[in-house]
């Protein structure tokens, strides 16, 4: 048997520490980059907006005058559009996932399935956006209503939401469902008693993920011709309306003619965040209410 060499050992884990202290210095700053630039980004936009963001702000219709215009309108339009988002999303996108994993034969026409979902979590927005104009607005005659905005953003996220919880139930220890089999029950309360509650915290997780892209979204309301510049409030799912990205898009760009507009976006955004913190803060809620170690 061969003696080990002391100095040569040492030397190696001396190699291999530094080389572990290099790549942890190496991730440390990756993440102080994102943080930053993050930081950076929410300070520009309070110190822009937040002095513009007061009741009338959030209750005045929109104007041509920046001192006057407020963003009611673009707030009930985003919460009527995830009102349809929120339960078509969930409800699709789990129960193509558990059919996917749970149901369907393993095979090509699975797989072919799969991979099409998978790809489709890639596609650019704006890709959607013209499936939505031709399917929602024009073939179905919804025009640029609520319904045909909440339903092309809901295939948007789609894919999105169904990989991550095919990901969650194929999580699922096998020793569980095999247990509730041998008490007797059938595939169904299999599914509803086990693998979903111990799936749901991840679940859950992919929903936060893929909601809070859909409220975040422009260009497939650009594609569906969804006014910036609009009077009435919208009062049903039938109703034209306008969205906080559709705002804040193009007060942006009216900022080269009207500077005040700049500030008007940023307290818009400011909104908007506020916003995706309270359904993401919601999500969470019921995440960690349910959530379970197995």
């Not at 530094?18 to 993440?31: A, G, P």
């Not at 799969?114 to 790809?119: D, F, G, L, P, R």
């Not at 993401?280 to 959530?291: E, G, H, L, T, W």
Request: net charge positive.
């Amino acid at each position: 048997m061969k003696q080990i060499d002391a100095n040569r050992l040492e030397a190696r884990m001396n190699s291999r520490v530094r080389n572990n202290n290099i790549w942890k210095v190496i991730f440390f700053l990756s993440t102080l980059v994102g943080l930053v630039v993050l930081a950076i980004l929410l300070i520009r936009v309070l110190m822009q907006g937040i002095g513009w963001l007061d009741w009338n702000f959030l209750t005045a219709k929109l104007s041509s005058n920046p001192d006057r215009a407020g963003i009611m309108g673009a707030l009930l339009g985003t919460s009527w559009t995830m009102l349809v988002v929120i339960p078509v999303t969930i409800i699709i996108g789990i129960g193509s996932a558990i059919y996917l994993e749970l149901y369907a034969k393993k095979g090509w026409f699975q797989n072919f399935i799969q991979t099409n979902i998978s790809n489709l979590a890639g596609v650019p927005s704006i890709v959607y956006g013209l499936l939505g104009l031709t399917v929602f607005s024009r073939f179905l005659g919804l025009g640029n209503a609520v319904l045909a905005g909440g339903l092309t953003l809901s295939l948007l996220v789609l894919p999105i939401l169904i990989v991550s919880a095919q990901e969650a139930l194929r999580a699922v220890p096998q020793h569980l469902s095999e247990a509730a089999y041998g008490m007797g029950a059938t595939k169904w309360q299999t599914i509803r008693t086990v693998i979903l509650p111990a799936a749901l915290p991840s679940i859950l997780t992919g929903t936060i993920l893929a909601l809070s892209r859909a409220i975040g979204e422009t260009a497939p309301l650009t594609v569906l011709g969804i006014p910036a510049f609009l009077l009435p409030f919208p009062n049903g799912l039938l109703d034209t309306f306008t969205a906080l990205p559709m705002q804040i898009y193009y007060w942006t760009l009216d900022a080269s003619l009207v500077a005040e507009y700049a500030n008007l976006a940023a307290a818009t955004i400011i909104v908007l965040l506020l916003l995706l913190f309270i359904l993401n803060s919601i999500a969470i809620f019921i995440r960690n209410k349910f959530q379970q170690r197995y």
